[in-house]
Nanobody, 124 residues
Framework: QVQLVESGGGLVQAGGSLRLSCAAS????????MGWFRQAPGKEREFVAA????????YYDNSVTGRFTISRDNAKNAVYLQMNSLKPEDTAVYYC?????????????????WGQGTQVTVSP
């Protein structure tokens, strides 16, 4: 069992930056594919970014490419999402997810564990 706890959300003006963190429990974190998803009010949850087990492979939704960077530190059992040039449309609850398989995927169904989410609000 893996527990995921997100942090780093908050209120920021458009054009600003935030760095989200996700702390994972468990001794096998380095074998998990990790991802970030988000859910805006009234919308379905959507993929943001994913990273492979070594951190060498990353995959982004087109809406965040060039602005967001996903990274991980296996020694700290943590994954991060650096968000720059934030836009009001980035406002959402951001979720960290872990897959037991060593994948890089944008599909929710590929992930086995989810955090509770952290709110990101971007004002105009």
């Amino acid at each position: 069992q893996v527990q995921l706890v997100e942090s780093g959300g908050g209120l920021v003006q458009a054009g600003g930056s935030l760095r989200l963190s996700c702390a994972a429990s468990g001794r096998t974190f380095s074998s998990y594919g990790m991802g970030w998803f988000r859910q805006a009010p009234g919308k379905e949850r959507e993929f943001v970014a994913a990273i492979g087990v070594s951190g060498g492979s990353a995959y982004y939704d087109n809406s965040v490419t060039g602005r967001f960077t996903i990274s991980r530190d296996n020694a700290k059992n943590a994954v991060y999402l650096q968000m720059n040039s934030l836009k009001p449309e980035d406002t959402a609850v951001y979720y960290c997810a872990a897959a037991k398989a060593p994948i890089v995927s944008g599909l929710e169904g590929h992930y086995d564990y989810w955090g509770q989410g952290t709110q990101v609000t971007v004002s105009p």
